[in-house]
């Protein structure tokens, strides 16, 4: 308890819960969310907690250590389960719609999580492990791993910044005259999908595609190595 | 010129251009490049562009106008040349390539400009209108148009995102017995690709596989239809 704040406690309110790494990284998820990536601080996740910045330290690296407690928090919500009983290609369907809703959940998380290292995030890299043991339990070659998961991967990642675009943000209200082809293929959308979300039926429509041609790639890598 | 903020320049300094839409897109962009897209406000705009925040309004409606000013810059890089010439697909190759490389230059615009409507960017709307026809011309449904285009924007920036994170990011080194499978398939990476980015290797995986799977639909959904 030596590194909770007594002084910002007030008299009669229950005592903050000992710090922990996990208690830190949810804090941070939180920041992260309210605050977006640009102002997250140690100091500003240390008054989030109502600790001394110092005392974060007996439990975490730094800044980058904190992110990393972050990824794995994200990540936790990543289905691999299906690369154990299912095939890799339908496996990876349901990887990538719940890799697609951790995320959006988490809008602030996106970009920054695709741009630095996973350092430290060690969940996060035994998800990972259970796709690519999968991936070459199934015949894929092993080079050819890593860029076909990240392919799958960037898919997801734009798709859930779509997810977290408003529903009308293409709308060409205003403007139709100038771009007739479009302003069309708007309204064909919407008779299209019904209550169907534009970024689903985008996420979707993709997704398809793509593991339509990864199947297709796979079964050309695996006869040319047969 | 009674937008400048004289006091601030400096005796022989040249005089400052003539405040424009362009030129106020130019610096916008510039401080998004610096300062992220969480500090990015019109006062700090008009500071980098030695102005009165009000002198702003002359030329913008407020920052929503400027981030549409800014998404034409960047849309202005992304080429549809092809779809003019070549057949649909051919020219998504092409797109796509520019689109991803148009973003990667100026990486806090991805996240912000694929969770923003488009509302004001009309150089931006023209650009998805060559899309769109050649789209239309060459027979895909009117409603498939957009959830189509979208998938294959959405895996550009996911990409865009992968193009700027660090080539290490996913090196196991410290926890490679954690993660067998992983790691193995990191170092054939490294050694299937040679001098290739990894980025560049995911992404054109990725393209490859999703035009593939989308020629596959296209015929289905024409065959469909004929």
Request: charged content about 20%; hydrophobic content about 50%; cysteine-free.
């Amino acid at each position: 308890m030596a590194e909770i704040d007594r002084p910002a406690r007030r008299v009669g309110r229950p005592r903050t819960a000992v710090l922990t790494r996990d208690l830190i990284a949810h804090a941070a998820l939180r920041l992260l969310d309210e605050s977006g990536a640009d102002g997250f601080t140690m100091a500003r996740l240390a008054q989030a907690l109502r600790v001394r910045p110092s005392a974060l330290y007996n439990h975490v690296e730094g800044k980058e250590d904190v992110i990393a407690a972050v990824r794995e928090l994200v990540s936790d919500r990543i289905d691999v389960s299906a690369f154990q009983t299912e095939p890799w290609d339908t496996a990876m369907f349901v990887w990538a719609r719940s890799y697609r809703v951790a995320f959006a959940a988490h809008p602030p998380t996106i970009a920054l999580l695709a741009t630095l290292p996973l350092t430290g995030a060690l969940r996060t890299m035994r998800m990972y492990e259970v796709v690519v043991a999968a991936m070459v339990r199934a015949g894929w070659p092993e080079g050819d791993v890593l860029p076909t998961l990240v392919a799958v991967e960037s898919f997801v990642l734009g798709s859930a910044l779509d997810a977290i675009a408003p529903a009308d943000m293409f709308d060409p209200s205003g403007v139709e005259e100038e771009v007739p082809a479009f302003a069309s293929a708007y309204g064909a959308r919407s008779a299209a999908l019904g209550e169907v979300a534009p970024a689903d039926a985008a996420f979707e429509t993709g997704l398809q595609a793509m593991l339509d041609g990864l199947r297709a790639r796979f079964a050309r890598l695996t006869a040319a190595a047969g």
